[in-house]
C-alpha cells in the first residue's frame, strides 16, 4: 500500500502564508502527478493544483499567482506554498498521488489520498 501523510496545516491571519508538505511512503515503484485539493465546509471537494513526474503544473483559478506546488523525487514529496492567503481559502486540504506500487511481486496502479490537514484564514 501507499501511504500519504500531510503536515503544514494552521491559522494565519488575512494576508499571511503557510506552506503544506505531503510525504509517501510504501510499496512505490514510481508517483506519476501529485496533487493538492482541497474542501470548505458545506462544499465539494476542489482540485487546487497539479504538479506531473517532471514539472509540469496546474492550478485553479482561485489560486494562480498566490499558490506554488513543487515536488522532491527523492523523497516522494510535494509541497503547496501558499502566499497572500484569503479567508476563502479556509479548507481542508487533501494530498492525492497517483503511480505504480509493488503488489506481491508484480506492479499495480494506486490512487491514494492523506488524511487532510486543516488550514484556516482569519479575516
Known amino acids: 500500500q501507499v501511504q500519504l501523510v500531510e503536515s503544514g496545516g494552521g491559522l494565519v491571519h488575512n494576508g499571511g502564508s503557510l506552506r503544506l508538505s505531503c510525504a509517501a511512503s510504501?510499496?512505490?515503484?514510481?508517483?506519476?502527478?501529485m496533487a493538492w485539493y482541497r474542501q470548505a465546509p458545506g462544499k465539494q471537494r476542489e482540485l487546487v493544483a497539479t504538479?506531473?513526474?517532471?514539472?509540469?503544473?496546474n492550478y485553479a483559478d482561485s489560486v494562480k499567482g498566490r499558490f506554488t506546488i513543487s515536488r522532491d523525487n527523492a523523497i516522494n514529496t510535494v509541497y503547496l506554498q501558499m502566499n497572500s492567503l484569503k479567508p476563502e481559502d479556509t479548507a481542508v486540504y487533501f494530498c492525492?498521488?497517483?503511480?505504480?506500487?509493488?503488489?506481491?511481486?508484480?506492479?499495480?496502479?494506486?490512487?491514494?489520498w492523506g488524511q487532510g490537514t486543516q488550514v484556516t484564514v482569519s479575516s
Open positions: 510504501g510499496s512505490i515503484f514510481s508517483i506519476n502527478a
Open positions: 492525492n498521488a497517483r503511480g505504480i506500487r509493488w503488489s506481491g511481486g508484480a506492479l499495480a496502479d494506486f490512487d491514494s
Open positions: 504538479i506531473s513526474s517532471g514539472t509540469r503544473t
